[in-house]
Protein backbone atom coordinates (compact mmCIF):
# COMPACT_ATOMS: atom_id res chain seq x y z
CA UNK A 1 0.00 0.00 0.00
CA UNK A 2 2.34 2.61 0.92
CA UNK A 3 4.28 3.98 -2.22
CA UNK A 4 7.78 4.00 -0.83
CA UNK A 5 9.09 6.48 -3.40
CA UNK A 6 12.59 6.82 -2.04
CA UNK A 7 11.96 8.13 1.79
CA UNK A 8 8.48 9.49 2.56
CA UNK A 9 5.26 7.51 1.68
CA UNK A 10 2.88 10.22 -1.02
CA UNK A 11 0.16 10.84 0.87
CA UNK A 12 -2.49 10.41 -1.60
CA UNK A 13 -6.23 12.26 -1.28
CA UNK A 14 -9.69 10.29 -1.60
CA UNK A 15 -11.37 11.27 -4.47
CA UNK A 16 -14.54 13.49 -3.23
CA UNK A 17 -13.50 13.04 0.68
CA UNK A 18 -12.99 16.57 1.61
CA UNK A 19 -11.47 16.03 5.24
CA UNK A 20 -10.44 12.13 6.87
CA UNK A 21 -10.72 12.24 10.88
CA UNK A 22 -9.27 9.16 12.37
CA UNK A 23 -10.39 7.95 15.70
CA UNK A 24 -7.77 5.47 17.33
CA UNK A 25 -7.01 4.07 20.51
CA UNK A 26 -4.12 2.35 22.50
CA UNK A 27 -6.20 -1.13 23.24
CA UNK A 28 -9.26 -2.65 22.47
CA UNK A 29 -12.48 -2.04 24.17
CA UNK A 30 -11.95 1.11 25.16
CA UNK A 31 -14.79 2.59 23.43
CA UNK A 32 -13.28 3.81 19.94
CA UNK A 33 -15.78 2.21 17.75
CA UNK A 34 -18.71 3.80 19.66
CA UNK A 35 -17.18 7.59 19.89
CA UNK A 36 -17.11 6.78 15.96
CA UNK A 37 -20.39 5.77 15.22
CA UNK A 38 -21.62 8.70 17.33
CA UNK A 39 -19.04 11.60 16.01
CA UNK A 40 -20.65 10.11 12.77
CA UNK A 41 -24.26 10.70 13.29
CA UNK A 42 -23.68 14.02 15.16
CA UNK A 43 -21.88 14.90 12.15
CA UNK A 44 -25.30 14.74 10.19
CA UNK A 45 -27.23 16.13 12.64
CA UNK A 46 -25.12 19.03 12.06
CA UNK A 47 -25.84 18.90 8.26
CA UNK A 48 -22.38 17.36 7.56
CA UNK A 49 -22.21 14.45 4.58
CA UNK A 50 -20.11 11.99 6.40
CA UNK A 51 -18.41 8.83 5.76
CA UNK A 52 -17.71 5.59 8.29
CA UNK A 53 -14.44 3.50 7.45
CA UNK A 54 -14.20 0.39 9.51
CA UNK A 55 -10.38 -0.11 9.21
CA UNK A 56 -10.53 -2.70 11.84
CA UNK A 57 -10.30 -5.93 9.75
CA UNK A 58 -9.80 -8.23 12.04
CA UNK A 59 -12.82 -7.10 14.52
CA UNK A 60 -15.09 -5.11 12.74
CA UNK A 61 -17.95 -3.68 14.37
CA UNK A 62 -19.14 -0.86 12.69
CA UNK A 63 -21.87 -3.27 10.58
CA UNK A 64 -23.39 -4.28 14.27
CA UNK A 65 -22.91 -0.20 15.34
CA UNK A 66 -24.69 1.01 12.51
CA UNK A 67 -26.99 -1.57 12.27
CA UNK A 68 -26.20 -3.01 8.50
CA UNK A 69 -24.29 -6.72 9.62
CA UNK A 70 -28.06 -8.37 8.28
CA UNK A 71 -27.64 -9.82 4.80
CA UNK A 72 -26.91 -6.20 3.48
CA UNK A 73 -23.84 -6.39 0.68
CA UNK A 74 -22.53 -3.35 -1.02
CA UNK A 75 -23.71 -2.96 -4.44
CA UNK A 76 -20.81 -2.62 -7.47
CA UNK A 77 -21.70 0.70 -9.24
CA UNK A 78 -20.79 -0.57 -12.80
CA UNK A 79 -20.02 2.53 -14.57
CA UNK A 80 -17.58 3.64 -11.85
CA UNK A 81 -15.85 0.38 -10.90
CA UNK A 82 -16.52 1.28 -7.48
CA UNK A 83 -18.36 -0.13 -4.13
CA UNK A 84 -21.67 1.69 -3.06
CA UNK A 85 -20.94 1.89 0.72
CA UNK A 86 -23.94 1.03 2.74
CA UNK A 87 -26.24 3.66 4.54
CA UNK A 88 -27.39 3.99 7.68
CA UNK A 89 -28.55 7.26 10.48
CA UNK A 90 -27.45 9.60 7.08
CA UNK A 91 -23.88 7.74 7.31
CA UNK A 92 -22.22 6.23 4.04
CA UNK A 93 -20.38 3.44 5.89
CA UNK A 94 -17.58 0.52 4.35
CA UNK A 95 -16.53 -2.63 6.45
CA UNK A 96 -14.93 -5.35 5.18
CA UNK A 97 -17.71 -7.00 7.33
CA UNK A 98 -20.16 -6.69 4.60
CA UNK A 99 -18.26 -8.74 2.32
CA UNK A 100 -16.55 -11.51 5.00
CA UNK A 101 -19.17 -13.73 7.09
CA UNK A 102 -18.81 -13.10 10.91
CA UNK A 103 -17.89 -16.89 10.92
CA UNK A 104 -15.46 -17.05 8.49
CA UNK A 105 -12.87 -15.26 10.68
CA UNK A 106 -10.28 -13.69 8.91
CA UNK A 107 -7.03 -15.01 8.91
CA UNK A 108 -4.68 -12.91 6.98
CA UNK A 109 -0.82 -12.24 6.17
CA UNK A 110 0.13 -8.54 6.51
CA UNK A 111 0.21 -8.18 2.97
CA UNK A 112 -3.35 -9.10 1.97
CA UNK A 113 -4.57 -7.22 4.95
CA UNK A 114 -2.80 -4.08 3.29
CA UNK A 115 -4.50 -5.30 -0.13
CA UNK A 116 -8.45 -5.57 1.56
CA UNK A 117 -7.32 -1.93 3.10
CA UNK A 118 -6.36 -0.30 0.05
CA UNK A 119 -10.21 -1.93 -1.65
CA UNK A 120 -11.48 -0.58 1.01
CA UNK A 121 -10.32 2.84 0.65
CA UNK A 122 -9.51 3.51 -2.96
CA UNK A 123 -12.60 0.84 -4.32
CA UNK A 124 -15.42 2.46 -2.75
CA UNK A 125 -17.65 5.40 -4.24
CA UNK A 126 -16.43 7.62 -1.08
CA UNK A 127 -18.16 10.77 -3.67
CA UNK A 128 -19.44 14.05 -2.02
CA UNK A 129 -18.32 13.38 1.31
CA UNK A 130 -17.28 16.55 3.84
CA UNK A 131 -15.58 14.41 6.84
CA UNK A 132 -14.74 10.63 6.02
CA UNK A 133 -14.16 9.16 9.95
CA UNK A 134 -11.87 6.31 9.47
CA UNK A 135 -12.38 3.75 12.59
CA UNK A 136 -8.75 2.36 12.89
CA UNK A 137 -8.04 -1.01 14.64
CA UNK A 138 -6.89 -0.86 18.21
CA UNK A 139 -2.74 -0.04 18.92
CA UNK A 140 0.02 1.66 16.48
CA UNK A 141 0.68 -1.31 14.29
CA UNK A 142 1.62 -1.82 10.46
CA UNK A 143 -2.51 -0.57 9.39
CA UNK A 144 -2.75 2.52 11.69
CA UNK A 145 1.06 3.32 10.59
CA UNK A 146 0.29 2.85 6.74
CA UNK A 147 -3.39 4.68 7.22
CA UNK A 148 -1.33 7.96 8.79
CA UNK A 149 1.42 7.90 6.28
CA UNK A 150 -0.82 7.21 3.05
CA UNK A 151 -3.56 9.55 3.93
CA UNK A 152 -4.10 13.30 4.37
CA UNK A 153 -5.71 13.21 7.56
CA UNK A 154 -6.64 16.40 9.00
CA UNK A 155 -6.84 15.43 12.29
CA UNK A 156 -7.06 12.17 14.87
CA UNK A 157 -8.78 11.97 17.90
CA UNK A 158 -7.50 9.53 20.74
CA UNK A 159 -10.21 7.36 22.82
CA UNK A 160 -9.08 6.10 26.16
CA UNK A 161 -10.46 5.46 29.62
CA UNK A 162 -8.90 6.59 32.96
CA UNK A 163 -7.27 3.67 33.98
CA UNK A 164 -3.02 3.40 33.87
CA UNK A 165 -2.71 0.70 31.49
CA UNK A 166 -4.77 1.65 28.59
CA UNK A 167 -2.95 5.91 28.96
CA UNK A 168 0.35 4.25 28.55
CA UNK A 169 -0.96 2.95 25.03
CA UNK A 170 -2.62 6.59 24.31
CA UNK A 171 0.46 7.65 24.84
CA UNK A 172 2.11 5.52 21.71
CA UNK A 173 -1.03 6.88 20.04
CA UNK A 174 -0.38 10.32 20.14
CA UNK A 175 3.69 9.79 19.96
CA UNK A 176 2.60 7.91 16.42
CA UNK A 177 0.27 10.85 14.95
CA UNK A 178 2.84 13.09 15.94
CA UNK A 179 6.00 11.49 14.37
CA UNK A 180 3.86 10.95 10.90
CA UNK A 181 2.83 14.44 11.20
CA UNK A 182 -0.97 14.36 11.89
CA UNK A 183 -2.62 16.90 14.06
CA UNK A 184 -4.11 15.56 17.16
CA UNK A 185 -7.67 16.92 17.34
CA UNK A 186 -7.85 15.78 21.17
CA UNK A 187 -8.40 13.14 23.27
CA UNK A 188 -11.74 11.27 24.79
CA UNK A 189 -12.10 9.64 28.18
CA UNK A 190 -14.13 6.86 28.30
CA UNK A 191 -15.82 5.38 30.79
CA UNK A 192 -14.48 7.79 33.51
CA UNK A 193 -17.37 7.75 36.12
CA UNK A 194 -20.04 5.15 37.14
CA UNK A 195 -23.55 6.83 38.74
CA UNK A 196 -25.55 4.02 40.46
CA UNK A 197 -28.96 3.77 39.17
CA UNK A 198 -30.14 2.79 42.44
CA UNK A 199 -28.65 4.31 45.01
CA UNK A 200 -26.88 7.38 42.64
CA UNK A 201 -23.61 6.62 44.49
CA UNK A 202 -20.37 7.57 41.82
CA UNK A 203 -17.77 5.51 41.21
CA UNK A 204 -14.16 6.07 38.79
CA UNK A 205 -14.15 2.46 37.64
CA UNK A 206 -11.03 2.56 35.91
CA UNK A 207 -9.52 5.74 37.91
CA UNK A 208 -10.20 9.20 37.85
CA UNK A 209 -8.69 11.74 35.42
CA UNK A 210 -6.11 9.76 33.96
CA UNK A 211 -6.43 11.23 29.90
CA UNK A 212 -7.52 14.75 31.67
CA UNK A 213 -4.15 15.34 33.54
CA UNK A 214 -2.03 13.73 30.37
CA UNK A 215 -4.10 15.95 28.06
CA UNK A 216 -3.41 18.79 30.61
CA UNK A 217 0.61 17.60 30.32
CA UNK A 218 0.85 17.51 26.18
CA UNK A 219 -1.26 20.16 25.73
CA UNK A 220 -3.79 18.53 23.69
CA UNK A 221 -7.48 19.27 24.32
CA UNK A 222 -9.54 16.90 25.79
CA UNK A 223 -12.86 16.75 23.69
CA UNK A 224 -14.90 14.65 25.96
CA UNK A 225 -15.48 13.19 28.77
CA UNK A 226 -17.92 10.41 29.19
CA UNK A 227 -19.52 8.45 31.99
CA UNK A 228 -19.64 4.73 31.70
CA UNK A 229 -23.43 4.07 30.75
CA UNK A 230 -25.33 0.81 30.25
CA UNK A 231 -27.78 2.14 28.12
CA UNK A 232 -24.49 2.73 25.46
CA UNK A 233 -23.81 -1.29 25.52
CA UNK A 234 -27.11 -2.58 25.24
CA UNK A 235 -28.39 0.46 22.71
CA UNK A 236 -25.00 -0.32 20.91
CA UNK A 237 -25.71 -3.79 20.58
CA UNK A 238 -28.82 -2.80 19.43
CA UNK A 239 -27.70 -1.26 16.13
CA UNK A 240 -28.66 2.43 17.41
CA UNK A 241 -26.18 4.60 18.57
CA UNK A 242 -26.33 6.43 22.24
CA UNK A 243 -26.64 9.85 20.15
CA UNK A 244 -29.61 8.45 18.22
CA UNK A 245 -31.19 6.71 21.10
CA UNK A 246 -30.51 9.52 23.80
CA UNK A 247 -30.31 12.57 21.64
CA UNK A 248 -30.58 14.57 25.34
CA UNK A 249 -27.73 12.87 27.51
CA UNK A 250 -24.70 13.31 28.45
CA UNK A 251 -23.45 11.65 25.55
CA UNK A 252 -25.18 12.56 22.64
CA UNK A 253 -24.19 16.32 23.94
CA UNK A 254 -20.79 15.82 24.24
CA UNK A 255 -20.32 14.09 20.62
CA UNK A 256 -22.22 17.67 19.47
CA UNK A 257 -20.40 19.67 20.91
CA UNK A 258 -16.84 17.82 19.33
CA UNK A 259 -18.69 17.85 16.03
CA UNK A 260 -19.58 21.77 15.83
CA UNK A 261 -15.34 22.17 16.63
CA UNK A 262 -14.92 20.03 13.60
P1 LIG B 1 -13.29 -0.38 20.92
O1 LIG B 1 -13.69 0.13 19.57
O2 LIG B 1 -12.33 0.52 21.62
O3 LIG B 1 -12.85 -1.82 20.91
P2 LIG B 1 -16.12 -0.37 21.50
O4 LIG B 1 -16.56 0.95 21.00
O5 LIG B 1 -16.39 -1.58 20.62
O6 LIG B 1 -14.57 -0.34 21.87
O7 LIG B 1 -16.75 -0.57 22.93
C1 LIG B 1 -16.54 -1.75 23.67
C2 LIG B 1 -17.83 -2.09 24.44
O8 LIG B 1 -18.04 -1.11 25.45
C3 LIG B 1 -19.07 -2.08 23.57
O9 LIG B 1 -19.93 -3.08 24.01
C4 LIG B 1 -19.68 -0.71 23.83
O10 LIG B 1 -21.08 -0.72 23.67
C5 LIG B 1 -19.30 -0.48 25.28
N1 LIG B 1 -19.13 0.95 25.63
C6 LIG B 1 -18.39 1.88 25.00
N2 LIG B 1 -18.46 3.06 25.65
C7 LIG B 1 -19.27 2.86 26.72
C8 LIG B 1 -19.76 3.69 27.78
N3 LIG B 1 -19.40 4.96 27.90
N4 LIG B 1 -20.59 3.13 28.69
C9 LIG B 1 -20.95 1.82 28.60
N5 LIG B 1 -20.55 0.99 27.64
C10 LIG B 1 -19.71 1.50 26.70
Known amino acids: ?65 MNLSKNNEPDWDEKKSLMIPLVNYGVKCMSIGFLVKEENAVVWRGLMVMKALEQLIRQVDWSDIDVLIIDLPPGTGDTQLTIS ?51 GQKTHIFGKDGLKKFSEKIGVDLLCDLPLDRDVCIQSDFGVPISISNPEGVHAKAFLDFGKNV
Open 1 to 65: LPRMSRGLPKKEKIFGVKHIIAVASGKGGVGKSTASVNLAVSLVKLGKKIGLLDADLFGPSIPKM
Open 149 to 199: QTLPISGAVIVSTPQDVALSDAIKGVAMFKKVDVPILGLIQNMSIFSCPNC
